[in-house]
């Protein structure tokens, strides 16, 4: 697999279209610190990390993610988009960080301090590599 976190973002966006209560991605650090935001931000329940059910005795573990809808059944994630690829990086100073929707949405950047959001990186005054927009 070439790009880990397009599959993870996919897996994501097709759980919540089908209207799935929870899905299993293969667990890496950044996208357990992205799945951390996701929660920080409301977007999904909770999640955690459990060895693999398939095979038990292999090291990979599985990051079992719950997603949450509205009160209504509605979506709260409507759109995910995968800004930088590994063909194609895209980075942003710390004053050109670009907002989602009109503020509405939310950047996850990757940063010298860390994975975080876009609001987060300009309150921390630092740039990076902009991963996904999610609203």
């Known amino acids: 697999m070439t ?3 397009a599959d993870m973002l ?9 209207k799935h209560t929870r899905l299993d991605i293969p667990t890496s650090r950044i996208k357990i610190d992205i799945a951390r935001i996701l929660l920080d931000e409301g977007y999904i329940q909770g999640f955690k990390i459990i060895d693999n059910p398939a095979a ?3 090291p ?7 997603l949450k809808y509205g009160p ?11 800004i930088s690829r590994p063909g194609r990086r895209v980075y942003f100073g710390r004053d050109d960080v670009p907002e989602v929707l009109a503020g ?4 996850i950047l990757t940063t010298s301090r860390g994975v975080m959001t876009g609001r987060a990186a300009v309150k921390a005054g630092v740039g990076g590599e902009v991963l996904c927009n999610i609203w």
Do not use: Y
Not at 10 to 18: G, L
Not at 72 to 82: A, D, P
Not at 104 to 107: D, I, N
């Open 3 to 5: 790009d880990p976190i």
């Open 10 to 18: 996919t897996r994501i966006r097709n759980a919540v279209m089908a």
């Open 56 to 58: 038990p005795s292999l």
């Open 60 to 66: 990979v573990k599985t990051l079992r993610v719950f």
């Open 72 to 82: 209504h059944g509605e979506r709260l994630i409507t759109g995910v988009q995968r």
């Open 104 to 107: 509405l949405g939310t950047s």
